[in-house]
C-alpha cells in the first residue's frame, strides 16, 4: 500500500515552510490540493513540477476518489489545502479517512496553523481552549453559539471574514464587553497586525475604520470562575 501525507503549507510569509514539507512535496509522485492555481505557485516558488489533482472542497468526495485510485497504483501522494494545516477549518478530513481505511498510510506533515500562530502571540492564559474555526453567518445563530463558547471557563479561537469581523466583535462586546480577546489579522503577511485588549475597545476599534481587509482569527480569553 501506499502513502498520503498531510503536508501543512504557509499562511501567508512562504519562509515558514518546512524543510521535511519541502522534502516531501519534492518526493511525491503526485500533488493533491484544495485549488491547483494556488498549490501551483507554491510549487513554482520552491522550484517543483508536480502533476496536481484538484480536491475541491465543494466535492470532497469526487476529488478523495481520484486520489486514492492514485494510491491504489502505488503512488505517494502529498495533500496540501490553500493554507494552513490541513483539515483546521479546510478539506482533507474526508481523503484521510478513506485512505486509511483504504489500508494506506497516513502521515502529518505539520506546520503553520493560524490557530496555532494566534494562540503563541494572542497573550492570553488559558488550561484549555477550544477551536470553533467560522461561526454561522446567521446572526441568531452566531449570538447563540458565541454566548455557549464565551460561558466556559476555557478559551476559543475564532475565523473570521472581513466583511463579518465587526458584526462578530459587536457581539462579542455585547456578551461581555470587558472580556479579553486578541485579535489577529493577515497573520505572518506584509500587513500582519494583532489587535488585543477588552472585548469593547477592540470592536471600537475596528468599526472605526473605513475598510477592513484580510484574513481574521480570534481568541478568546476564558470565563472567570463564578
Known amino acids: 500500500m501506499s502513502t498520503l501525507y498531510m503536508v501543512a503549507t504557509p499562511i501567508g510569509n512562504l519562509e515558514d515552510i518546512t524543510l521535511r514539507a519541502v522534502r516531501i512535496l519534492g518526493e511525491a509522485d503526485t500533488v493533491a490540493c ?24 465543494y466535492d470532497e468526495a ?4 481520484r486520489v486514492l485510485g492514485l494510491l491504489a497504483e502505488g503512488r505517494i501522494i502529498a495533500y496540501c489545502s490553500d493554507a494552513g494545516t490541513p483539515c483546521i477549518s479546510d478539506p482533507g478530513t474526508l481523503l484521510a479517512r478513506k485512505a486509511r481505511e483504504a489500508g494506506h498510510e497516513v502521515v502529518p506533515i505539520p506546520g503553520p496553523s493560524a490557530f496555532a500562530a494566534l494562540v503563541s502571540a494572542g497573550g492570553v492564559f488559558f488550561k484549555s481552549v477550544s477551536f470553533e474555526g467560522f461561526l454561522s453567518p446567521k446572526p441568531g445563530r452566531r449570538r447563540s453559539r458565541l454566548e455557549e463558547l ?3 471557563e476555557e478559551a476559543a479561537v475564532l475565523y473570521e471574514s472581513p466583511h463579518r469581523i465587526v458584526k462578530l466583535l459587536a457581539d462579542i462586546a455585547d456578551i461581555d464587553s470587558e472580556r ?3 485579535v489577529g489579522r493577515e497573520m505572518t503577511k506584509l500587513h500582519e497586525e494583532f489587535v488585543c485588549g477588552s472585548a469593547q475597545l477592540v470592536h471600537q476599534d475596528y468599526a472605526g475604520r ?8 480570534v481568541l478568546v480569553s476564558p470565563a472567570k470562575k463564578a
Open 34 to 57: 484544495e485549488d491547483t492555481r494556488h498549490t501551483s505557485r507554491l510549487l513554482n516558488h520552491l522550484g517543483l513540477k508536480k502533476p496536481l489533482v484538484a480536491c475541491y472542497a
Open 62 to 65: 469526487k476529488g478523495s476518489a
Open 150 to 152: 464565551m460561558s466556559r
Open 180 to 182: 479579553y480577546i486578541s
Open 210 to 217: 473605513q475598510s477592513i481587509k484580510g484574513e481574521f482569527a
